[in-house]
């Protein structure tokens, strides 16, 4: 798991499978092991920390992707 993007693309290339930060917090509400309100809380302070890179739009991905958008 990594967002930073050099090092996403040396991973693809040598075939190494990566998921984005907001996306295993996705998936760890979708497997039960995170309530969904505290993920919305989380993915928020995510992006006031770096909202350069974890924009508006894929906050709303997320929320919509958890029932929360």
């Known amino acids: 798991m990594t967002n930073d993007k ?9 075939g190494v499978r990566l998921i984005w930060g907001i996306e295993l ?3 760890l509400v979708e497997s039960g092991r ?7 809380e989380i993915i ?5 920390i770096n909202p350069k890179y974890i924009t ?10 958890l ?3």
């Open 44 to 48: 928020l302070d995510i992006n006031k």
């Open 34 to 40: 995170l309530p969904a309100t505290h993920a919305r």
């Open 6 to 14: 050099p090092l996403r693309q040396m991973c693809e290339s040598e």
């Open 56 to 65: 508006v739009s894929i906050v709303e991905k997320a929320l919509l992707r």
């Open 25 to 27: 917090i996705c998936m």
């Open 67 to 69: 029932g929360l958008g």
